[in-house]
């Protein structure tokens, strides 16, 4: 059987050696073999950074965005494959689909996320200008830029290709290359998934390199601009931490550590309620799928120490109907581990656990299997533990990493809490329950040691994603024994990959470094109104200045009447003194700016093609009756759309009286038509 190749420095490598064999979980047969002999690993660090992290450093945000979208759908298209492939794992097409096509989403949400929440830029702006000076000639701003290095990704073997691409994403998305490592039980699948994505030539050369097989050297050639995104045991994580490399360079290091993650089941959630249901559905749920080996599986269900018998009996009932076996076949509900190693490691957990419990569904030592022969492949049943004292230690320090769960009891709200918070740092907790007053002491007393937590109740049970199951919008990791990271996040995670930068400088030269127009920066005033130019023709700091237009009493009060906004403050001469902001009757806010439109509006056909809202809209002078106001709108930041016929125009906007001082100011933005044959452009 050939070993897997490597692919590194713009090229696949074949092992030197024969390396070691990897079996299929559920007939034990070998699929291929596994090394990295005769890598030179400070090459391969060496290539993404000279040529992986300049090619990634010239597209923008946005055309990065583009190519995660068209790498998501290439995927999808090669489903079938790697369903296939997966089930040698001992994955069901169910356990496939949650890696794969979850894979294959964050994908799509990162590019999602970086069309719409950043900019079509290589610099990201993070938070406003900060003033530094009385007199406004000395500005500050936070400014994100790419590290220049790779990101290294050491993956466990649960998810081999949910757990690259979701680490994948952020990291390309923000300009870094990346460099996986697969767990070898299952690098056959990552192996081919890192086919089909370099295949594709979607992705700049360098931008991607697979190992497959030991890290080796690895860890001696990191520098600072690098980072390395762990996944797997907390004592692998700890100890690779610790590498001296790593500690003397300050290597950015991620660890994302299996935990006991734990669900609540709510005192109102009684034999018969949906709540009941949905909790004892769920607890199923995650020790069976990916046959429990899920870093966000459930290990410990706490419930109501009257519901404990109840709920015993009712998961029994749903475990009874499990059936184990080959995935291939139709009527199986719960595949293989991903090998007999694996399966040994579990019934060791589980001894311990036993030391506090009795097993009360399932057998260790004798499974009954559907198509396959149950000591070839690793096949383990659904194994439910009780535990009637809480205060044991082995079920919050003992984690079987397989279809094993231990119910617990409570007594109060708090016990819960403090059982929840024994856990010692998880990845997930969750809440069944419908009493929201429960939900939110449980949540806010037991956050600090979760990464995520869940509220499962009736309302939102068709449409919840599941205790088990991260997204990309949301932050994914825990504090302590879960590793004390953060994966994904939504642009926190991009942002991960950034070093943050406070960058100190007159407005001006600001606003050359970042793109986004500062006040105090020098206004482009001309002729010719700024709404007259296709987006290839503005420029950042095109102003147009319009007014003054007076405000008057008529004004008020015929927009009070038109609009139905009677407030005292625009109506009642006496009620509006005694308002101690007012010294008598003042212009609605949205008169103002109603005003503000009608005085910089150009109103002919044009390139602008639509004001598609405001931002950061603040009244700051009150406008009175009598008083002129006078509206100066400037080009902010303007961001092509790939392959749109528009792209967007953020306006500064603000709205002075006749003293000079700032009635409001707000962001417009507006879609700006490019020039026809402009389409492409970025």
């Not at 009941?276 to 995650?286: A, I, N, P, R, S």
Request: glycine share 10%; aromatic share 6%; with cysteine.
């Amino acid at each position: 059987m050939a070993a897997l190749r490597s692919y590194v420095n713009g090229a696949w490598h074949e092992p030197v050696d024969n390396g070691v064999p990897l079996r299929d979980a559920v007939t034990g047969e070998e699929v291929a073999r596994v090394s990295s002999a005769g890598i030179d690993m400070a090459a391969v660090l060496a290539h993404g950074r000279g040529s992986g992290g300049p090619a990634l450093a010239e597209l923008t945000f946005h055309q990065r965005a583009a190519l995660l979208k068209s790498l998501a759908s290439h995927l999808r298209e090669h489903r079938e494959e790697l369903y296939a492939l997966s089930a040698r794992t001992g994955a069901t097409l169910g356990d496939s689909k949650f890696d794969i096509d979850g894979g294959i989403g964050v994908l799509f949400g990162y590019s999602s996320k970086g069309r719409r929440e950043m900019p079509n830029s290589t610099v990201y702006v993070d938070g406003a200008v900060e003033p530094l000076s009385k007199g406004g000639t000395f500005v500050g701003q936070h400014v994100c830029t790419p590290l220049q290095g790779v990101a290294v990704q050491i993956n466990a073997f649960n998810f081999p290709v949910w757990g690259p691409l979701e680490k994948f994403a952020p990291a390309f998305l923000a300009g870094v290359p990346s460099l996986i490592k697969p767990a070898s039980q299952t690098a056959y699948l990552t192996h081919r998934l890192a086919e089909l994505m370099i295949g594709s030539g979607l992705l700049p050369e360098g931008s991607l390199q697979l190992i497959c097989g030991s890290v080796g050297d690895l860890f001696e050639h990191l520098t600072d601009q690098d980072l390395v995104s762990f996944t797997g045991s907390a004592a692998t994580g700890q100890r690779l931490r610790a590498h001296p490399v790593v500690a003397a360079n300050s290597v950015r290091f991620n660890v994302e550590a299996d935990s006991l993650n734990c669900s609540i089941l709510g005192p109102d959630a009684e034999p018969g309620t949906a709540e009941f249901d949905l909790f004892v559905k769920q607890l199923v749920t995650e020790m069976t799928v990916k046959a429990g080996q899920k870093c966000t599986a459930i290990r410990r269900a706490l419930v109501p120490a009257n519901r404990i018998d109840d709920v015993v009996a009712a998961a029994k009932a749903r475990l009874e109907k499990v059936v184990v076996g080959n995935p291939a076949s139709p009527d199986v509900r719960m595949g293989a581990l991903a090998s007999l190693e694996q399966r040994e490691e579990v019934r060791r957990s589980l001894k311990a656990l036993l030391e506090a419990g009795t097993l009360v569904h399932g057998d260790p030592e004798r499974v009954e299997v559907v198509d396959a022969d149950p000591e070839r492949g690793a096949f383990l049943p659904p194994l439910l533990v009780r535990c009637d004292d809480p205060d044991q230690p082995q079920p919050h320090e003992v984690e079987a990493f397989g279809p094993v769960s231990t119910v617990l009891p409570y007594e109060t709200a708090a016990q819960a809490v403090e059982l929840a918070r024994r856990g010692l740092g998880s990845l997930v907790g969750s809440v069944v329950t419908a009493d929201a007053e429960f939900a939110r002491e449980v949540v806010l007393g037991a956050a600090s040691r979760h990464g995520r937590m869940l509220v499962l109740n009736r309302e939102n049970a068709a449409e919840n994603t599941g205790h088990g199951s991260p997204l990309p919008a949301l932050v994914h990791g825990g504090p302590g024994r879960a590793g004390g990271g953060e994966e994904m996040g939504g642009v926190r995670g991009v942002l991960h990959h950034m070093q943050r930068t406070a960058v100190q400088a007159d407005p001006a030269t600001l606003t050359a470094i970042t793109g986004q127009w500062v006040p105090g920066t020098p206004r482009n005033t001309t002729e010719q109104h700024p709404f007259r130019k296709h987006l290839d023709e503005l420029r950042i700091g095109d102003t147009v200045v319009a007014g003054p237009r007076t405000v008057t009493l008529q004004d008020v009060e015929h927009f009070a009447e038109f609009t139905g906004d009677t407030f005292y403050a625009h109506t009642d001469e006496e009620a509006a003194k005694a308002n101690p902001f007012f010294d008598g009757r003042v212009a609605h806010g949205y008169l103002v700016v109603s005003f503000a439109a009608g005085l910089f509006v150009d109103p002919a056909p044009g390139p602008v093609l639509a004001n598609y809202g405001l931002e950061n809209l603040r009244f700051l002078t009150p406008t009175y009756p009598g008083d002129e106001i006078t509206v100066t709108m400037t080009a902010k930041q303007i961001t092509p759309r790939v392959g749109a016929e528009h792209g967007e125009v953020r306006w500064d906007v603000d709205v002075t009286n006749q003293d000079g001082a700032s009635v409001a100011k707000y962001d417009v933005l507006t879609l700006v038509a490019k020039r026809p044959g402009e389409q492409g452009a970025s």
